[in-house]
């Protein structure tokens, strides 16, 4: 998975987004994911098609969109990794919709030695109560 489209800022906010709509409404739809995105449909599509072809999406023909076990790993990453962000720009005293809207363009900059150091200095200094914790497991065997 080395294809440019991977390590995209855009296919990091289409699967957080899929994610997040998946476990608050169940069935992710194209409209669904446009909207949380404030894209339009086609570009939905369009980019739906890429994360197909790399593995990280299932979807039938105008049905509904699903994460594959790859896609829920590297969902779960991008959402803690966002979490973590927000959590310690909060901590700093800034305002927390600017703090959100932050985490998400530092989310997909930032290396992973640099969040995986931050995290670990956020757990040291107790900065932990509002950031999710890494999922053990997000996908059953086989899948």
Do not use: W
């Not at 739809?29 to 980019?47: C, N, P, Y």
């Not at 790399?54 to 105008?62: A, F, K, N, R, S």
């Amino acid at each position: 998975m080395t294809d440019n489209f991977t390590q995209s800022a855009a296919m990091q906010d289409y699967l957080e987004a899929i994610l997040n709509i998946s476990e608050t409404a169940g069935v992710v739809r194209v409209t669904d994911i446009a909207a949380e995105l404030r894209i339009a449909k086609s570009s939905v599509s369009q980019a739906l098609s890429n994360l197909k072809k790399i593995g990280l999406v299932i979807q039938e023909p105008y049905g509904a969109v699903e994460l594959t076990c790859t896609g829920k790993k590297q969902a779960f990453e991008i959402r803690h990794r966002h979490h973590v962000l927000r959590n310690f720009l909060e901590t700093l005293g800034v305002d927390t919709e600017i703090a959100d809207e932050d985490a998400c363009l530092m989310e997909h900059v930032v290396s992973k030695e640099t969040i995986d150091k931050l995290i670990k200095f956020v757990e040291k200094n107790g900065f932990t109560k509002k950031i999710e914790p890494r999922p053990s497991r997000t996908c059953d065997e086989g899948e």
